[in-house]
């Protein structure tokens, strides 16, 4: 089960936290976004042993990290722009690591409702 918190509305520039309660840890988890009319993207993902791989949007505004302990992942997001509006959903998939295609939707099998993030320009 994957529970998603703390999307919320804020201007362009500033900064959200968003978090993904997890059942498990020892999986590939991700983040992905989507907008109205476009399809769902990667943002980035977390493997098992904490490395992390982001899309080119995001790289270097957006950090991904996970607390084993309380089982729950992180998306960190600052420079916010309206192009990052969307919702987005936390995913697992039962993998050690993220290979390659940890863009991909269709590879993920367990998905959070997803939390709304809005950035007004």
């Known amino acids: 089960q994957l529970v998603e918190s703390g999307g919320g509305s804020v201007q362009a520039g500033g900064s959200l936290r968003l978090s993904c309660v997890a059942s498990?840890?020892?999986?590939?988890m991700a983040w992905f976004r989507q907008s109205p009319g476009k399809e769902r993207e990667g943002v980035g993902s977390?493997?098992?042993?904490?490395?992390?791989r982001y899309s080119d949007s995001v790289k270097g505004r957006f950090t991904i990290s996970k607390d084993n302990a309380e089982h729950t992942l992180y998306l960190q997001m600052d420079s916010l722009t309206s192009d990052d509006t969307g919702v987005y959903y936390c995913?697992?998939?039962?993998?050690?690591?993220?290979?390659?295609?940890?863009?991909?939707?269709?590879?993920?099998?367990?998905w959070g409702k997803g939390t709304q993030v809005s950035v007004s320009a």
């Open positions: 498990y840890s020892d999986y590939c």
């Open positions: 995913a697992a998939r039962y993998s050690f690591g993220c290979p390659g295609d940890w863009d991909s939707s269709v590879t993920y099998t367990w």
């Open positions: 977390i493997a098992t042993d904490g490395s992390t």
